[in-house]
Nanobody, 125 residues
């Protein structure tokens, strides 16, 4: 499968962005789409996840209440609405697909099989 991430950009602190992850072809409804991010000099970290059928969602504590992940089955697309952005959210954001649900699996990138190319999000202070 090919995953195409889009929607990144430059925004001021407190602003909003919506990222999208589009998959090529129909997907198994129980598979998980996860968003991860990696800032310069830091390890990749989990952000949010949801199944193609909408099961979940799962969020990292750092984004709860600010980010919302949602699915659009008709377009094989998952969106990540990011509100009240902070400079600490600056990173390259990657979407990915995995087969296993449950917080143990969805929060760890090693359980994902496919990755998109990443989209840069920069939040200025």
């Amino acid at each position: 499968v090919q995953l195409q991430a889009s929607g990144g950009g430059l925004v001021q602190a407190g602003g909003s962005l919506t990222l999208s992850c589009a998959a090529s072809g129909p997907r198994k409804s129980t598979y998980i789409v996860g968003w991860f991010r990696q800032a310069p000099g830091k390890e990749r970290e989990f952000v949010a996840a949801i199944s193609w059928s909408g099961h979940g969602p799962y969020y990292a504590d750092s984004v709860k209440g600010r980010f919302t992940i949602s699915n659009d089955n008709t377009k094989n697309t998952v969106h990540l609405q990011m509100n009240n952005l902070e400079p600490e959210d600056t990173a390259v954001y990657y979407c990915s697909e995995g087969r296993y649900s449950g917080s143990y699996y969805v929060t760890d990138g090693k359980w994902y099989d496919y990755w998109g190319q990443g989209t840069q999000v920069t939040v200025s202070s």
